[in-house]
């Protein structure tokens, strides 16, 4: 089993940034990468970026690329999402996600999710 929980998400103005935390805690933590998806009101929930347990390889999405960074402290079973140049675009629940590979990107390749935090960029 594995617990994800999400924290950081807020109201910020376009052109700002937040970083969004997920601690990752269970038993098989090790055995999954770590990854952030979004979902905006009435649309599916999509792929944003993916961290492997050791960190050493990490995936995004196109549309974040150059904005977002994933990282891990493996000390603090933390996960982090920088978000940084947000746009109104941007708003949506952001969900932590426990997956087998990090190249994974589609929501069926999920074992576990946390419960979401909210991110509104306002124009």
């Known amino acids: 089993q594995v617990q994800l929980v999400e924290s950081g998400g807020g109201l910020v103005q376009a052109g700002g940034s937040l970083r969004l935390s997920c601690a990752v805690s269970g038993r098989t933590i090790s055995s999954y990468a770590t990854a952030w998806f979004l979902q905006a009101p009435g649309k599916e929930r999509d792929f944003v970026a993916a961290?492997?347990?050791?960190?050493?390889?990490?995936h995004y999405a196109d549309s974040v690329k150059g904005r977002f960074t994933i990282s891990r402290d493996n000390a603090k079973k933390t996960v982090y999402l920088q978000m940084n140049s947000l746009n109104p675009e941007d708003t949506a629940d952001y969900y932590c996600?426990?997956?087998?590979?990090?190249?994974?990107?589609?929501?069926?390749?999920?074992?576990?999710w946390g419960t979401g935090t909210l991110v509104t960029v306002s124009s």
């Open positions: 961290i492997s347990w050791s960190g050493g390889s990490t």
């Open positions: 996600a426990a997956q087998t590979l990090v190249y994974y990107v589609r929501t069926a390749g999920v074992h576990y």
